[in-house]
């Protein structure tokens, strides 16, 4: 009796191991309501996953899934991914405009990303995959190197709206200190130049977390008399922790997750 169980026991495994393992969406119906059932489609579920990014549900993924590699490539290189981008710059141009007691005093500031916030790293993630093969870092930072990342015009446009406005512009990157001299010379290539300062990884940050070396960064500046009045990033890393801005705002990019 134990052995018919155990072998039973077995096939069940294995069967249900194969069940999850052919597992698609596109074979899949979802109950919705009442209703009955309806057709889940490609395009439903990647949208549903991009989402789930954006919102911070879906954490900490490595690559983008097989399935949806397609469809955010798509995406980042779509008219409804500038549309998204330029309606997060229009709400914090509306939040500069209305809810920023500017000092005028040189103490003013606020916080931008650089890579997928000024610059786009879209151009090598296009040849690399669109998210679906695993990060290769040597080969990013020898791209990097190249200083031939576009910029992207809406934040372009807030960058130089509160340069105008003697807003203290504060750049804070996940890169490496090597990449100074080619990430300064690319953003002034692509029109970005006036900033306060320029922050990047040194041997000190090796050991932090992208949130922490970037909280920390804050605190610096916080502790130099700065009013930190807004920070405009594509990852939550770079907008979560303490202390943070007055508001933040994230951009859309579910590319990539940096913790």
């Known amino acids: 009796m134990a052995i018919n169980l155990g072998i039973f026991s077995a096939i069940f495994c294995l069967l249900l191991g194969s069940a999850f393992g052919d597992w698609n969406i596109l074979k899949q119906n979802w109950r919705l309501g009442s209703k009955g059932l309806v057709d889940i489609t490609l395009k439903n579920y990647c949208e549903s996953w991009r989402l789930n990014v954006e919102i911070h549900n879906i954490r900490d993924f490595a690559v983008v899934p097989d399935e949806c590699v397609a469809y955010i490539g798509k995406y980042m290189t779509s008219t409804q991914y500038k549309v998204d ?14 809810s920023c007691n500017l000092k005028k005093d040189g103490k003013d500031a606020w916080i931008f990303d650089v890579d997928d916030t000024l610059l786009s790293t879209v151009p090598y993630y296009k040849k690399n995959g669109f998210g679906g093969n695993k990060l290769n870092s040597t080969s990013l930072e020898e791209w990097m190197y190249l200083s031939k990342a576009p910029v992207l015009d809406h934040s372009l446009k807030l960058f130089n709206e509160l340069k105008g406005l003697g807003v203290q512009i504060i750049l804070v990157s996940s890169r490496d200190e090597c990449l ?47 009013r930190l009045w807004g920070i405009l990033g594509d990852q939550w890393s770079s907008i979560e922790g303490s202390p943070s801005a007055k508001r933040t705002f994230k951009l859309p990019n579910p590319l990539y997750y940096t913790a």
């Open 85 to 98: 981008s330029e309606r997060t710059v229009q709400e914090a141009l509306v939040y500069l405009s209305t």
């Open 180 to 226: 100074r001299s080619a990430t300064v010379d690319n953003l002034v290539n692509e029109g970005i130049f006036g900033w306060t300062s320029l922050y990047l990884r040194g041997p000190d940050d090796a050991s932090k977390d992208v949130q922490s070396y970037k909280a920390d960064v804050r605190k610096q500046l916080i502790s130099k008399g700065y």
